[in-house]
T-cell receptor, first 114, second 110 residues
Framework: KAGVTQTPRYLIKTRGQQVTLSCSPI?????VSWYQQTPGQGLQFLFE???????NKGNFPGRFSGRQFSNSRSEMNVSTLELGDSALYLC?????????????FGPGTRLTVL | AQRVTQPEKLLSVFKGAPVELKCNYS??????LFWYVQYSRQRLQLLLR??SRESIKGFTADLNKGETSFHLKKPFAQEEDSAMYYC????????????FGSGTQLTVLP
């Protein structure tokens, strides 16, 4: 089975721009979660999508948004980029047989904001 | 608010020595606790979770609710155990919304 894929792997943007990151979950997985990883704050939960609906949301400003498509692929968007948004963005997918399914992580997208 | 604390950023042990990676948490309720591992140039992956009560690659972790700890232990460290280890928690039934600790970089010396 192919793992979680994320595109692009690397991205450079300037302040004020917006960016869209993509995540393709493992085939059959219906839940996708997004995390931000920075040296200062570590790994922080952004949001989770299941069946095209946002189920959980972390403590991030409204500039961070996401969506999920009917094929379970997910995108996250960051508008009006700030220097502090430079981070590794990870997505993870899981089955939804019950609440305790293992998450499988992608390789991440490295976003640099100049 | 829920929090996970890993007091050691770096930990070095010699091959064959016991290793313990510390994890303490604060959570008002019954959490689920996990250990994730990231080997060099690999993805973050689940190592073990407290509800499974299993030993993976020789590692075990016991949830101590009285001390709010979930320390990771291995009696005899191997060089291939060198990696970044993250302790994480979620509320029960919501393993997709994890709160991570800051991680411990374990180095096993030959």
């Amino acid at each position: 089975k192919a793992g979680v894929t994320q595109t692009p792997r690397y991205l450079i943007k300037t302040r004020g721009q917006q960016v869209t990151l993509s995540c393709s979950p493992i085939s059959g997985h219906r839940s996708v979660s997004w995390y931000q990883q920075t040296p200062g704050q570590g790994l922080q939960f952004l949001f989770e999508y299941f069946s095209e609906t946002q189920r959980n949301k972390g403590n991030f400003p409204g500039r961070f948004s996401g969506r999920q498509f009917s094929n379970s692929r997910s995108e996250m968007n960051v508008s009006t980029l700030e220097l502090g948004d430079s981070a590794l963005y990870l997505c993870a997918s899981s089955l939804e047989a019950s609440g305790g399914n293992e998450q499988f992580f992608g390789p991440g997208t490295r976003l640099t904001v100049l | 608010a829920q929090r996970v604390t890993q007091p050691e950023k770096l930990l070095s042990v010699f091959k064959g020595a016991p290793v313990e990676l510390k994890c303490n948490y604060s959570y008002s309720g019954s959490p689920e606790l996990f250990w994730y591992v990231q080997y060099s140039r690999q993805r973050l992956q689940l190592l073990l979770r407290h509800i499974s009560r299993e030993s993976i690659k020789g590692f075990t972790a016991d949830l101590n609710k009285g001390e709010t700890s979930f320390h990771l232990k291995k009696p005899f460290a191997q060089e291939e155990d060198s990696a970044m280890y993250y302790c994480a928690l979620s509320r029960q039934g919501s393993a997709r919304q994890l709160t991570f600790g800051s991680g411990t970089q374990l180095t096993v010396l030959p």
